[in-house]
T-cell receptor
Framework: EAQVTQNPRYLITVTGKKLTVTCSQN?????MSWYRQDPGLGLRQIYY???????DKGDVPEGYKVSRKEKRNFPLILESPSPNQTSLYFC????????????FGSGTRLTVV | GQNIDQPTEMTATEGAIVQINCTYQ??????LFWYQQHAGEAPTFLSY????GLEEKGRFSSFLSRSKGYSYLLLKELQMKDSASYLC????????????FGGGTRLMVKP
């Protein structure tokens, strides 16, 4: 089944403790992206990647890191999480080309206390 | 940058028709998408418009006017399961074909 897989689905952590949210897609998509979703603010892009070893900042990159060492994986790293990073996170992938929409992962609900 | 506006909430009756509007401003328009998102779940693709006009897909239709920076999503024969948020997203060709989302319209369908 073609899908984007995120892990974990739920995570509660403490301020300052490094964490990684994994994202993997099995559709051979070139483009991958991370979004966070907060009430009243909608989906905001954190980072995106056009292909392996090519990453770029989205609208809200502060406090996050990403890497794209393989085409299928695009992990999101929070080196020192803070409470304002409590949010619902989505990974998405697509083929390059304007007509292709995103396929989203199931989401990761992160709480930082 | 981009600016995408859509109403925050709408209410409609089962069996009726509802139109959800979206206006946008972008420097490098390269397509507009509509997604449906049920609470706590991932967004799912509904429609794509890049040329002016109406795209119909079953009970859902989407319209685009590039000159007006305007789109709408039309839902016919509303069902209770259509209660969800509807997200308008614009692709910017001058920004790596990045998708920028509006805040979403929460639609409540009542019996």
């Amino acid at each position: 089944e073609a899908q984007v897989t995120q892990n974990p689905r739920y995570l509660i952590t403490v301020t300052g403790k490094k964490l990684t949210v994994t994202c993997s897609q099995n559709m051979n998509h070139e483009y991958m992206s991370w979004y966070r979703q907060d009430p009243g603010l909608g989906l905001r892009q954190i980072y995106y990647s056009m292909n392996v070893e090519v990453t770029d900042k989205g609208d809200v990159p502060e406090g996050y890191k990403v890497s794209r060492k393989e085409k299928r994986n695009f992990p999101l790293i929070l080196e020192s999480p803070s409470p304002n990073q409590t949010s619902l996170y989505f990974c998405a992938s697509s083929r390059t080309g304007a007509s292709y929409g995103y396929t989203f992962g199931s989401g990761t609900r992160l709480t930082v206390v | 940058g981009q600016n995408i506006d859509q109403p925050t909430e709408m209410t409609a009756t089962e069996g009726a028709i509802v139109q959800i509007n979206c206006t946008y401003q972008t420097s490098g328009f390269n397509g507009l998408f509509w997604y449906q998102q049920h609470a706590g779940e991932a967004p799912t693709f509904l429609s794509y418009n890049v040329l002016d006009g109406l795209e119909e897909k079953g009970r859902f239709s989407s319209f685009l006017s590039r000159s007006k920076g305007y789109s709408y999503l039309l839902l016919k024969e509303l069902q209770m399961k259509d209660s969800a948020s509807y997200l308008c997203a614009v692709r910017d060709g001058s920004a790596g074909n990045m998708l920028t989302f509006g805040g979403g319209t929460r639609l409540m369908v009542k019996p």
